[in-house]
Each structure stands twice: as structure tokens, then as C-alpha cells.
């Protein structure tokens, strides 16, 4: 979406996203530079007025989060019973309080002294050339972008390479057989005087070409097998031709309009993807 975004010249707005859920406080962010920072927070439900339950945790705290609540339990800044650890393929940390201790208060408690809550500073460094720069994440996903539409357009360009090449040398084989240019092949004794009367016999219809006729095309005619040249059908050349010129027509047309072209990339990724 923000990539869409970029191409159409609109402001992108990008923040991180965490696999372990929870919420997130994006306020000093500084889209990724260094001196930013974020504030991650688990997400806690009230079970009963004696159970919490957390079933999201802050990215990076697998390890640490019951730790760090025994830790707070052992200073005093929060008082439970017992914790037990639920988790499989989702986090599930079951927390029994002592009597008497009110929930909301623990609640708090725990996003203060245990990393239910924590702060991440982010630091996004890439190779830019041949040396690393610090770069905010919204300039990262422009640089992406761009370099995406960069390599949508030349894979344009390489297969309208292919189909000029597939036209060229189609167009060629069908003068080359409708003007039976290789009837008189047995009066060239080599190779050059044979492709010097083909470059001859070619010279009308150079016009009707979009490439110069070149030594390997007319050495692929020479060597086109008599059988093919006997039951060459007209008809089917020239309807081979036409798709050939209405798929160059297709990418003509998308490099003419690369833009809204790669908007269509980017929303087939979303769909295949998102």
C-alpha cells in the first residue's frame, strides 16, 4: 500500500510490525532513525479479579518475560501467587495473584517493572553503493520501489527484445520462402558470394523490417530444412506475426504507462500475498 502510495506521489507512512502481537507506541519512532525509539507492550486480559492473563508478548522477550516478572515479585513491585507458562504455538503466561491484590494495579505494575513493557531503538543501516548509510524506513521503501519499477521496466525491455527477434526473423523466413530466394542457391559456390545475393534479393523489403538483416539471420535461412520449406504455410505465419506484434503492442503500451503498470505489480503482490 505505501509503495502504491509512493508512485502516486502521495506521503508514505510506514511502522514496524511485530510477529509476537501486542501494542505499540510509534509517537518517537523518527520513521527508523537513529535517536528514535518505540515502546512495545503485551497484551494483558483480567481472567477474574485473582488471574491475568497474557496472550501477547513484546518482540524479543520469549525468554525473559516470566523472568523479569519473578524478578519484580521477588523487589516486591508486584505481588502473585504463582505464574505458569500456557504457551504453545500462541504465548499464554497465567498469572495467579496473591489475596487481596487488585488486578488493575498489578496490571500496571507489570508494564512498569517487567518487560511486559519495553523500548526498542531502532538503527536501520543498509549498504548503499559500496558503504553503509543510516536510512529512515519510509526512504528504505521508496529506494525499494523505485528499483522495483527499475526491474519491472527491464523485463519489459528484455522480452520486447525476444519478440522483435521472433518477428525479424519470422518475417524473414516468410520473404525467404514466398520469394523462393533458395531456388537459386546451387549457382553460389561459398558462403559469401550465397550471402551477398541474399542481402540483394532482401534490399526490396528492408523497409518492411524493424532490425538490419545480419549475418547469423541469413545463415539460420540456409539451413532451413526442405520439408519445411514445402509445406510452409502462409496463413500460419501470418497469424504466428500478428500475436507476436499484438503481445509487442501489449508491452509497448505498459512501458508507455510503467507507473500505473507497476501499481498492478504491487496490488497482484497484496492479493497473492497480503
Given at each position: 500500500?505505501?509503495?502504491?502510495?509512493?508512485?502516486?506521489?502521495?506521503?508514505?507512512?510506514?511502522?514496524?510490525?511485530?510477529?509476537?502481537?501486542?501494542?505499540?507506541?510509534?509517537?518517537?519512532?523518527?520513521?527508523?532513525?537513529?535517536?528514535?525509539?518505540?515502546?512495545?507492550?503485551?497484551?494483558?486480559?483480567?481472567?477474574?479479579?485473582?488471574?491475568?492473563?497474557?496472550?501477547?508478548?513484546?518482540?524479543?522477550?520469549?525468554?525473559?518475560?516470566?523472568?523479569?516478572?519473578?524478578?519484580?515479585?521477588?523487589?516486591?513491585?508486584?505481588?502473585?501467587?504463582?505464574?505458569?507458562?500456557?504457551?504453545?504455538?500462541?504465548?499464554?503466561?497465567?498469572?495467579?495473584?496473591?489475596?487481596?491484590?487488585?488486578?488493575?494495579?498489578?496490571?500496571?505494575?507489570?508494564?512498569?517493572?517487567?518487560?511486559?513493557?519495553?523500548?526498542?531503538?531502532?538503527?536501520?543501516?543498509?549498504?548503499?553503493?559500496?558503504?553503509?548509510?543510516?536510512?529512515?524506513?519510509?526512504?528504505?521503501?521508496?529506494?525499494?520501489?523505485?528499483?522495483?519499477?527499475?526491474?519491472?521496466?527491464?523485463?519489459?525491455?528484455?522480452?520486447?527484445?525476444?519478440?522483435?527477434?521472433?518477428?525479424?526473423?519470422?518475417?524473414?523466413?516468410?520473404?525467404?520462402?514466398?520469394?523462393?530466394?533458395?531456388?537459386?542457391?546451387?549457382?553460389?559456390?561459398?558462403?559469401?558470394?550465397?550471402?551477398?545475393?541474399?542481402?540483394?534479393?532482401?534490399?526490396?523489403?528492408?523497409?518492411?523490417?524493424?532490425?538490419?538483416?545480419?549475418?547469423?539471420?541469413?545463415?539460420?535461412?540456409?539451413?532451413?530444412?526442405?520439408?519445411?520449406?514445402?509445406?510452409?504455410?502462409?496463413?500460419?505465419?501470418?497469424?504466428?506475426?500478428?500475436?507476436?506484434?499484438?503481445?509487442?503492442?501489449?508491452?509497448?503500451?505498459?512501458l508507455a504507462?510503467?507507473?500505473?503498470?507497476?501499481?498492478?505489480?504491487?496490488?497482484?503482490?497484496?492479493?497473492k500475498f497480503?
Amino acid at each position: 500500500d505505501q509503495s502504491i502510495n509512493h508512485l502516486r506521489g502521495k506521503k508514505v507512512t510506514i511502522y514496524p510490525d511485530f510477529p509476537n502481537g501486542g501494542a505499540i507506541d510509534i509517537s518517537n519512532y523518527n520513521d527508523g532513525l537513529r535517536g528514535g525509539k518505540i515502546r512495545l507492550r503485551a497484551k494483558i486480559n483480567k481472567h477474574d479479579n485473582k488471574t491475568l492473563i497474557v496472550t501477547e508478548i513484546p518482540y524479543g522477550t520469549t525468554t525473559t518475560l516470566i523472568d523479569s516478572i519473578l524478578k519484580a515479585n521477588d523487589k516486591g513491585k508486584i505481588k502473585i501467587k504463582k505464574i505458569e507458562d500456557n504457551t504453545a504455538a500462541k504465548a499464554e503466561v497465567v498469572i495467579h495473584l496473591a489475596p487481596g491484590v487488585s488486578p488493575d494495579k498489578t496490571m500496571d505494575a507489570l508494564y512498569a517493572f517487567t518487560d511486559c513493557e519495553v523500548s526498542i531503538s531502532p538503527n536501520s543501516s543498509v549498504i548503499d553503493g559500496d558503504k553503509p548509510r543510516f536510512m529512515g524506513a519510509s526512504e528504505i521503501l521508496k529506494v525499494n520501489t523505485d528499483t522495483t519499477v527499475d526491474l519491472l521496466k527491464k523485463e519489459l525491455e528484455i522480452r520486447m527484445d525476444e519478440l522483435e527477434r521472433q518477428w525479424h526473423f519470422s518475417t524473414l523466413e516468410k520473404i525467404f520462402i514466398n520469394e523462393e530466394m533458395y531456388i537459386d542457391f546451387k549457382n553460389y559456390s561459398d558462403k559469401s558470394t550465397l550471402y551477398e545475393y541474399l542481402h540483394k534479393a532482401f534490399k526490396p523489403f528492408e523497409k518492411k523490417l524493424i532490425r538490419e538483416i545480419v549475418e547469423e539471420d541469413l545463415h539460420r535461412l540456409t539451413q532451413i530444412p526442405m520439408i519445411r520449406i514445402t509445406r510452409f504455410d502462409a496463413d500460419k505465419a501470418d497469424d504466428s506475426i500478428a500475436k507476436i506484434e499484438a503481445e509487442m503492442l501489449e508491452i509497448k503500451e505498459k512501458l508507455a504507462n510503467l507507473i500505473e503498470y507497476s501499481i498492478v505489480y504491487f496490488k497482484d503482490l497484496k492479493k497473492k500475498f497480503g
